[in-house]
Structures are given as C-alpha cells and as structure tokens.
C-alpha cells in the first residue's frame, strides 16, 4: 500500500517564476492539506483540498493557489516566486477532520 | 499569542532515561491532538493522536492530555538514540482538518 507521494524532491527557481508541486494521496484517502515549513519552524497550513475544491485556507496570499483532481491527487501553484518562499512543502492526506499522513515534501528553493 | 506553543529546547536526555515534552494550545475548543516526530531534512511522522482527557500509551509513548488547563504532553520511556528528533505538537481546532502546529522541541538523546 502506497504511502502519501510527493513530486519533485528538490527544485530550484529564482524570483519571480512559477512553479507547481505534486502530490498523491495515501491509498482509500480523499482529502489533501498543503502545508510550509520554514526552517526551524512548524508547518504552517496553506489550503486544504476535499471533492476538488478547496474547503479551508490559511493566511497565505493569492499567489498560492490549488487544484484537487477527480482521482484525489493534487497540485500546488505558486506565482511570482519571493525569496521568502523557500520552504519545505509538504502534503498531508487523510479521510475528512481525520489524521494527517504526510508526504516526503518537496524542497523549494528560491534565488 | 501563539496559538500553539512548544519549548523549542534542545531538550538532552540521557540514553535510557524518560523525556518530557510539553504544548498549550490557545482555542479551548480544540478536539485533536497529534505527536508528530521529524528528523532533520524529512518530513513528519506520525506518532500517535489522543482526543480525550488522560493518558495514551503507545510503546514506549504515552501522550497526556488536559482540556482545562489547555496543554498536552508526550512521554518518551527509555530513550533512544534514535528518538533524536525535532517532536511536533499539532492541533485541530475546527471540524476541518486545518492543524496548527507548535514550532517543535528538539530532543538530544546521549549514549
């Protein structure tokens, strides 16, 4: 059984570009949360994602946006990349208001 | 105010001896609470959930939780060296699944 998969591992971008991060959920699970994690800090919630729309957001700008597809898997946009949006992102899947299952993450960094 | 609150530590334990880890959260109607372990450079793991009052064991684990005075805590037994991580407290705070998490305690374990 498949756990929760993230693609890419690691990328690098420089200012102001685009970029989209992918994740698939854990097997029988149909809810995905995308979450930052700054170094030295705790993920911080940016969208969650159940019957392909998005159910809650965090306080992240517009800039990040995404999209959930009808075989649960999902996508993070990110626009007009900042230095400050170097992070580890991570998806999380899970049944509805049940646990979370995380991901490997991606490491993003911007230049 | 944070809303969830961790020592960031280090926290050094003896190999063999128990730790201690601590969180309050701020919203009172809080309902889940998750212990997740991250090692440096991955991503979390989950190591157990605890939704009522008292105490959860878990091998060598026992999480703790208090609604009225608003924190729990995580017990790890016979430290290991291989329990050297960074330990994430998270919260649900609504029906939805948007956790908040503490920024995480590291643990040293020394043989």
């Known amino acids: 059984d498949a756990g929760v998969t993230q693609s890419p591992t690691h990328l690098i971008k420089t200012r102001g570009q685009q970029v989209t991060l992918r994740c698939s959920p854990k097997s029988g699970h149909d809810t995905v949360s995308w979450y930052q994690q700054a170094l030295g800090q705790g993920p911080q919630f940016i969208f969650q994602?159940?019957?392909?729309?998005?159910?809650q957001r965090g306080n992240f700008p517009d800039r990040f946006s995404g999209h959930q597809f009808p075989n649960y898997s999902s996508e993070l946009n990110v626009n007009a990349l900042l230095l400050g949006d170097s992070a580890l992102y991570l998806c999380?899947?899970?049944?509805?208001?049940?646990?979370?299952?995380f991901g490997p993450g991606t490491r993003l960094t911007v230049l | 105010q944070k809303e969830v609150e961790q020592n960031s530590g280090p926290l050094s334990v003896p190999e063999g001896a128990i730790a201690s880890l601590n969180c309050t959260y701020s919203d009172r109607g809080s309902q889940s609470f998750f212990w997740y372990r991250q090692y440096s450079g991955k991503s979390p793991e989950l190591i157990m959930s605890i939704y009522s009052n008292g105490d959860k064991e878990d091998g060598r684990f026992t999480a703790q939780l208090n609604k009225a005075s608003q924190y729990v805590s995580l017990l790890i037994r016979d430290s290991q060296p291989s329990d050297s991580a960074t330990y994430l407290c998270?919260?649900?705070?609504?029906?939805?699944?948007?956790?908040?998490f503490g920024a995480g305690t590291q643990v040293v374990v020394t043989p």
């Open positions: 999380a899947s899970s049944l509805p208001t049940d646990t979370q299952y």
């Open positions: 994602y159940y019957e392909e729309e998005e159910r």
């Open positions: 998270a919260v649900n705070s609504d029906s939805w699944g948007k956790f908040q």
